[in-house]
């Protein structure tokens, strides 16, 4: 241990010696790049540690929500099988990667009940999400596809949404059913449903939806490629264990 000190000694003594035969001017360069790195490399540390690892799942009422969350939190539906009409909220590490060995980040995942009057709820914890999963039954889509795209369309021209990118995932689900509707017939008729929409909805006053942003190319038939944030399609079955898809879309954007 001794000799490591007298080491170190000899090591400070060289670096005073160094230092005191360098003109000033490039002293002051060198303590300025030094304190450059270390500002840069606090800010690096600040911006990671501040993303956001909030994932919100929306959608209509009986959609499978709950039944998603609690899969994806503890690998069963067991209490997802009724229509939640309460936020349900928490913080874990996905079911999936419980036996992964290191450190793995937890996702803080909101699942806002679909009821119209409890829209305000989504309006809340859309400013902090990192990604949006819009849930859609895929085997009672037909009976439900207005309302759904309605629902939708408020997402994709969120101000919040836009302006920050957040990436939305649209999970088919329930595709374990024999009369689903698969993800290219629901993503084709969203489309439709959504033209439409945008179609009349230009037509109100600016006034009247000053929280939403124009959807889509004017002139053009609108597809989800249009929308400045990433939009993709995905199937499964929350009921069944089928969500790998949406678990690759959570990891895509909160990071492990």
């Known amino acids: 241990m001794d000799e490591w000190i007298r080491q170190a000694e000899s090591w400070v003594g060289q670096a005073e010696s160094w230092i005191r035969q360098q003109p000033p001017e490039q002293i002051y360069v060198a303590a300025a790049v ?43 539906s067991h209490q997802g099988t009724v229509t939640s009409m309460e ?100 993503k084709k008729q969203l489309e439709k449903e959504i033209n439409k929409l945008r179609e009349s909805r230009n037509a109100i006053s600016s006034a009247d939806i000053s929280d939403e942003v124009e959807l889509g190319v004017p002139g053009e038939a609108f597809n989800f490629s249009q929308c400045q944030n990433k939009v993709t399609v995905a199937e499964g079955a929350g009921s069944t264990g089928n969500v790998s898809a949406v678990e690759q879309f959570i990891r895509e954007y909160v990071k492990a």
Not at 141 to 150: G, K, N, V, W
Request: with cysteine; net charge positive.
């Open 34 to 76: 030094v304190a450059l790195t270390i500002l840069v490399l606090i800010a690096a540390s600040c911006l990671k540690s501040s993303k956001s690892n909030t994932i919100v799942l929306s959608g209509l009422t009986g959609s499978g929500k709950t039944t998603l969350f609690y899969q994806l939190r503890d690998g069963s």
């Open 87 to 186: 936020e349900n909220s928490d913080t874990f590490v996905l079911h999936s990667e419980q036996e992964w060995k290191g450190k793995v980040k937890p996702v803080h995942v909101v699942d806002v009940p679909g009821h119209a009057r409890l829209k305000p709820k989504l309006d809340e914890v859309l400013p902090k999400a990192a990604g949006v999963v819009f849930v859609v039954d895929a085997q009672d889509f037909l009976s439900s596809m207005q309302a759904t795209a309605e629902y939708l369309y408020d997402v994709l021209t969120k101000a919040t949404v836009v302006k920050k990118k957040v990436p939305v995932l649209i999970f088919c689900n329930k595709t374990d059913k024999v009369t689903a509707h698969s993800k290219e017939f629901i």
